[in-house]
């Protein structure tokens, strides 16, 4: 059974749907949208570093101990399958996350912003969102498989995916803009962007609920999909806004803390 009930976990998903919202609406207000594009190199910062360390230190790990939990034909565990297939899904998640924003969609690029006098044609805007949307589909996925596993994995989970959520949606925000398309177009993009993750955290719910043993192959998928925003979406970008500002690139070393702090408050205030 699950740790956290589908109200709790429909709560998350509708927050970072909202965040992809709020991300995207924030291009049209002149002076909100000057003072958070020079917040976003730090947030992107933080959001990699936090989503880095809580991929590698909660969700990899669960993963390889989840698969050492399925008894296998001969009535025991095959000490080699528990690395190779959770490996495999990570592998997996990684590369299906490159072919969907960098081949289907070649001028995605998480948290950067598509400038005005950039024109990109509505079919490449449109391609952007439609490779994104495997990526936020998987947002939601994630958050549901961790919750299954503990509750505390769970809201760490939300956590990392919610920081990056307002580049997310100030990058597609971005696209149609570029695109040459207004407000509305704006809302309905980013909408369906966050609208992929409440989708996909009921649909793991459902499946989780129904299909015994489905977390095992989820969360080490959702792991390389998770690494991948990390370290090849959130990290470069970073490099790319943060030039020769040292700040920026010690923030990924704050969200790492970040992560460490909150995985200990956490700990205590809901125990082992």
């Known amino acids: 059974m699950m740790d956290l009930n589908v109200f709790q976990l429909v709560l998350f998903g509708v927050l970072a749907a909202l965040a992809n919202i709020l991300g995207g609406l924030v291009i049209f207000p002149s002076g909100l949208h000057s003072t958070y594009k020079s917040a976003l190199k730090y947030l992107l910062a933080l959001g990699a570093g936090f989503m880095l360390a809580v991929t590698l230190f909660e969700v990899f790990p669960r993963s390889i101990e989840l698969w050492n939990t399925i008894p296998h034909a001969n009535g025991g565990h095959a000490h080699t399958d528990i690395f190779f297939w959770p490996i495999l899904l990570l592998l997996g998640g990684y590369l299906a996350t490159q072919f969907f924003e960098h081949t289907i969609a070649p001028h995605f690029h998480l948290g950067a912003e598509v400038h005005s006098d950039h024109v990109i044609s509505t079919g490449s805007a ?73 989708l996909g955290v009921l649909t793991f719910y ?29 990290i470069p970008e970073v490099n790319h806004h943060g030039g020769k500002k040292p700040l920026v690139s010690l923030s990924v070393f704050a969200g790492v803390a970040m992560f460490f702090g909150l995985h200990f408050i956490i700990h205590e205030l809901i125990g082992h």
Do not use: N
Request: charged share 10%.
């Open 126 to 198: 449109y391609a952007g969102i439609g490779g994104l949307l495997i990526h936020t589909f998987f947002d939601g996925v994630s958050i549901a498989a961790a919750a299954q596993i503990d509750q505390k994995v769970g809201l760490l989970v939300f956590v990392a995916i919610f920081l990056h959520k307002f580049p997310e949606g100030f990058t597609v925000g971005s696209m149609m803009v570029s695109a040459g398309k207004g407000i509305r177009e704006v809302l309905t993009a980013t909408s369906i962007i966050g609208a992929a993750t409440l």
């Open 206 to 234: 459902a499946v989780g609920m129904s299909i015994q043993g489905s977390v095992a192959y989820a969360m080490p998928f959702a792991a390389g999909v998770m690494l991948y925003v990390a370290a090849s979406d959130l």
